[in-house]
Nanobody, 125 residues
Framework: QVQLVESGGGLVQPGGSLRLSCAASGFTLEYYGIGWFRQAPGKEREGVLCESSLDGRTHYADSVKGRFTISRDNAKNTVYLQMNSLKPEDTAVYYC??????????????????WGQGTQVTVSS
């Protein structure tokens, strides 16, 4: 069964850090472009960052540049979103997504084949 499962969300104070995990089953994540998206209450889903499996390049939304990074552990078939210097405006449900073409984009969600169920991140004092 093809599945993406996120974990690692929670409550963190402003300025803190959190690492989200996205574990895949039923397919090999190494060959897929990976996107991380988020959706805050009352807002549209937006791309946060993504990484292509074809050239390893990472693309960032301006709002997270210098604070968020992506990494992969191919042995665990898992990708991670490291979030540092968190701000209250980072509060949202975070989703990982996988694109079988190996490409990635932060400006559209349609190209992605598989999505996780989401994990809540709340940044508040």
């Amino acid at each position: 069964q093809v599945q993406l499962v996120e974990s690692g969300g929670g409550l963190v104070q402003p300025g803190g850090s959190l690492r989200l995990s996205c574990a895949a089953s039923g397919f090999t994540l190494e060959y897929y472009g990976i996107g991380w998206f988020r959706q805050a209450p009352g807002k549209e889903r937006e791309g946060v960052l993504c990484e292509s499996s074809l050239d390893g390049r990472t693309h960032y939304a301006d709002s997270v540049k210098g604070r968020f990074t992506i990494s992969r552990d191919n042995a665990k078939n898992t990708v991670y979103l490291q979030m540092n210097s968190l701000k209250p405006e980072d509060t949202a449900v975070y989703y990982c997504a996988a694109d079988s073409s190996g490409l990635c984009t932060v400006v559209a969600s349609d190209p992605y084949d598989y999505w996780g169920q989401g994990t809540q991140v709340t940044v508040s004092s």
